[in-house]
């Protein structure tokens, strides 16, 4: 019988649905539309690997400055700033219109010459759309620059991955249609105007390697973080 080495999220109730945590090495999509909570759960994701795990983690945005995440996670008392100031958490944040040709090979190094474990990109999306390469035919170099970064990433040595993609509705799991199928696991959030504090919901869609639970939870913000709700 294999035994599949698990990576804890360390977010309240979560790691009940993929039989006690990721994959170790697995690259996972969490998907959805603004607002349901996706820099959220991956900055949760990074701080609670530090937290409860001592493990590195690099959270990569292309939109929000360092700050502005620094204080969402504030919000949620993610003590950040002490996991960035002892190095076990990095952020960097790299302007949309500063990507360039070497901005996947510079991230695939740093994760590896930092033996970094856990790794956020937020987002996929912005990435693949202002990456250099997809100038000249748009739909067909994006789907195999897609193909090719979620490889790299999941080539590097025990890093578990987390790729944020926004969707324009909630049926959507991505927005360029592939990396549902190329990533090991898909998270997917979904908001509804119902009011109160159980608006959002989470779906675990697939996650390779791992039984996972197929209902939808409420998924509720905190003042400590995320809790994802049992249905039973």
């Keep these: 019988m294999v035994v599949i080495e698990r990576i804890k999220t ?3 109730g979560f790691d009940n649905l993929v039989e006690g945590g990721l994959p170790k090495g697995s690259c996972i999509l969490m998907s959805g539309t603004p607002g349901t909570g996706k820099t959220i759960f991956g900055v949760e ?11 590195k983690g690099l959270y990569i945005s292309f939109e929000e400055s360092s700050e502005s995440i620094t204080e969402q996670a504030e919000q949620l008392n993610l003590d950040v700033k002490k996991h960035v100031s002892k190095g076990i958490v990095k952020f960097l944040c790299i302007p949309a219109e500063e990507i360039s040709n070497n901005t996947v090979n510079d991230i695939i190094k740093m994760i590896k010459d930092e033996r970094i474990n856990r790794v956020v990109i937020d987002s996929l999306s912005t990435l693949a759309i202002n990456s250099p390469y997809t100038v000249q035919n748009p739909q067909t170099a994006m789907n195999r ?16 991955s987390m790729l944020i993609s926004h969707t324009a509705d909630d049926k959507s799991l991505s927005k360029d249609s592939i990396s549902e199928f190329i990533c090991d696991g898909i998270i997917h959030v979904i908001y509804e105007s119902m009011g109160g504090d159980l608006s959002r919901s989470l779906l675990v869609r697939k996650m390779r390697k791992t039984k996972n639970d197929e209902d939808i939870h409420p998924l509720e913000i905190t003042s400590k973080g995320l809790v994802v709700h049992s249905i039973k």
């Design 45 to 55: 994701f990074i701080s609670r690997g530090a937290e409860k795990f001592g493990e």
């Design 10 to 12: 360390g977010i309240r």
């Design 145 to 160: 620059f897609i193909y090719s970064f979620v490889n790299s990433i999941k080539r590097s040595s025990n890093v578990t």
